[in-house]
């Protein structure tokens, strides 16, 4: 049984809050052009509010102002290139869907960012979802749809808990085989029947793609998964009315705008590695910003509820822009030795960057490549937030995965500051909000012994940043200014600091120039305190 994620009746998400706004207003013509996309839907939805039986399914192109031409409609009953058809009908809930991922109008808001991410998307299928599981997906041959990105707003039955664990791991292998043959990245509604653990549902359960939530929202599903445990939602971002329907949308728009720019070079010369699914996936993972309650339940590498965080395409573009770097060093140790740092003195010349790698090892050694780093800046005794997100696939018919874990170390000391150590995901995430000054090692480790495959390929992606917020005042006024990279931060105004500080959020909305946010103040006689805040 296929179950519809939500009705589009209310609420709206701008792309503001996803980094939208702040990626165009930096770079050129982001928006999805030349890639191909699907957009699958349960076909139980109705138009304008009448109920149309099991054959709603299909969007129109006026509601997302796309031309006909952009579609191809297939379901049981055939395939068609126009609209309206004989194959499907009309819902209110794929056009809501639509509008977000890829439409250039609205008609649920008149705000022009409460709109699509990828407005230029090079061609539409749209799929019926029973359709497409049991006519493409779920053949044990499946033919290539060539589409890279595919967004589903639908679940395996109404009530997630209530999908059998076997069902479960069904789908998740047809899913995941098809997505490691084609390089095919699924996004998928997590589910609304949140907030209890182990709600998450099918097809969003799957190892390769990403499982999104509902940020906000009571209603959305929250991990880990039935049947082993697993780490989903992988990341969440607010979307109509609370549903993870429409949450979903953006992020399969923000993974068509990264493949577009890895393929046009945004990323490198290697715009193969920048473009796959597992780069995609780990920059999407990586650029999320942290709600103020996120935390993890280690060996968990993600939050139960939010993943990795609220989806901010402009932070994950930013890393892909700080190019390909290899590792400093890579060795062979002893199975389940200890693998401190080397002494090394080669450094990754990006604290923003990513790679696209592979990691051997054998029956009786692990693999461990060495990435190094020298975070530190201008600032005297400046603290860094430092983020990493490892991802590796569930091969083509394989039950396990290889087991890859992340880990950060102090190399003047050997210290061990952080660390991801999943035995059952295929994500392994680290997240340090205070971190020194100081020359870093991060490794990708690769356990040895029985393994799926000898060696493996993996994404990885990092940042090491620290924010700060710059004052000049010019006669009565005052420009505050930080930079754009990376997003997220809102900045507070206060009068005082005695305890309790009243942090005001009431300010003008940043103007971008040469890559900073400035806001301009008026001064006042009184004392004026300022901060940033991310969230």
């Keep these: 049984m296929l179950a519809l994620l939500g009705r589009a009746d209310a609420g709206a998400q701008t792309l503001d809050a996803v980094g939208v706004t702040v990626l165009r207003a930096v770079t050129t013509n982001l928006n999805g052009a030349g890639i191909r996309v699907a957009q699958v839907e349960a076909n139980n939805g109705d138009t304008n509010g009448i109920f149309h039986g099991t054959n709603s399914w299909e ?4 509601a997302v102002g796309q031309p006909t031409a952009l579609f191809t409609y297939a379901s049981a009953l055939g395939t068609s290139t126009s609209f309206t058809n004989g194959v499907g009908d009309e819902s209110t809930h794929a056009d809501a869907v639509g509008i977000f991922f890829y439409g250039t109008t609205n008609q649920y808001s008149a705000d022009p960012l409460v709109a699509g991410v ?13 359709y ?8 044990p041959n499946p033919s290539n749809i060539n589409d890279p990105v595919v967004s589903q707003s639908f679940i395996f039955g109404y009530v997630p808990s209530q999908v059998p664990v076997a069902e479960q791991q069904a789908v998740d292998s047809a899913y995941d085989n098809y997505a490691a043959q084609y390089n095919t990245l699924f996004i998928s509604g997590a589910g609304n029947d949140g907030p209890a653990g182990g709600t998450v549902a099918p097809p969003s359960t799957c190892y390769n793609g990403i499982s999104v939530g509902a940020y906000g929202s009571t209603a959305s599903s929250v991990g880990p998964t039935e049947d082993n445990g697993r780490a989903k939602p992988d990341l969440t971002t607010a979307g109509l009315a609370g549903l993870t329907s429409f949450s979903t949308p953006y992020v399969s728009g923000a993974a068509a705008v990264l493949m577009q720019a890895g393929l046009r070079g945004d990323g490198g010369s290697d715009t193969n590695s920048a473009a796959d699914i597992r780069t995609v996936k780990a920059l999407l993972l990586n650029g999320a910003v942290k709600p103020a309650d996120w935390t993890n339940n280690p060996p968990s590498p993600l939050d139960a509820r939010y993943g990795a965080g609220v989806l901010n395409v402009f932070n994950a573009y930013e890393q892909l822009a700080g190019g390909k770097h290899g590792w400093n060093f890579s060795t062979n140790i002893p199975a389940g030795s200890a693998h401190p740092p080397a002494v090394l003195t080669n450094t990754v010349a990006a604290l923003s960057g990513w790679d696209f790698n592979t990691n051997t090892s054998s029956f009786t050694t692990d693999g461990v490549n060495h990435y190094y780093f020298n975070v530190t800046n201008a600032v005297r005794n400046a603290a860094f937030t430092a983020a990493a997100t490892l991802v590796w696939e569930r091969h083509q018919n394989q039950s396990g995965i290889n087991n890859l874990n992340l880990f950060l170390f102090n190399a003047a000391n050997s210290n061990l500051i952080a660390c991801s150590t999943s035995l059952v995901d295929n994500v392994e995430h680290i997240f340090t909000p205070a971190l020194a000054s100081g020359r870093y090692d991060l490794q990708v480790w690769k356990a040895g012994g029985s393994t799926v495959t000898a060696s493996e390929a993996y994404a990885l992606a990092w940042e090491f940043f620290s924010t700060t917020l710059d004052a000049v005042k010019s006669g009565t006024n005052i420009f505050l200014s930080w930079p754009v990279y990376p997003d997220g931060f809102v900045l507070q105004t206060g009068t005082n600091l005695a ?4 942090w005001s959020t009431n ?10 946010n400035v806001i301009l103040l008026n001064a006042t006689n009184t ?9």
């Design 507 to 516: 300010n003008p909305a940043p103007f971008v120039t040469n890559n900073q």
């Design 132 to 139: 497409f599981f049991n006519s493409i997906i779920g053949l």
């Design 59 to 62: 969007v129109n192109p006026t």
């Design 118 to 130: 990828a407005t230029n998307v090079a061609h539409v299928n749209n799929f019926e979802a029973g």
């Design 527 to 535: 004392n004026q305190f300022f901060r940033l805040l991310r969230p």
């Design 499 to 502: 305890p309790p500080v009243a």
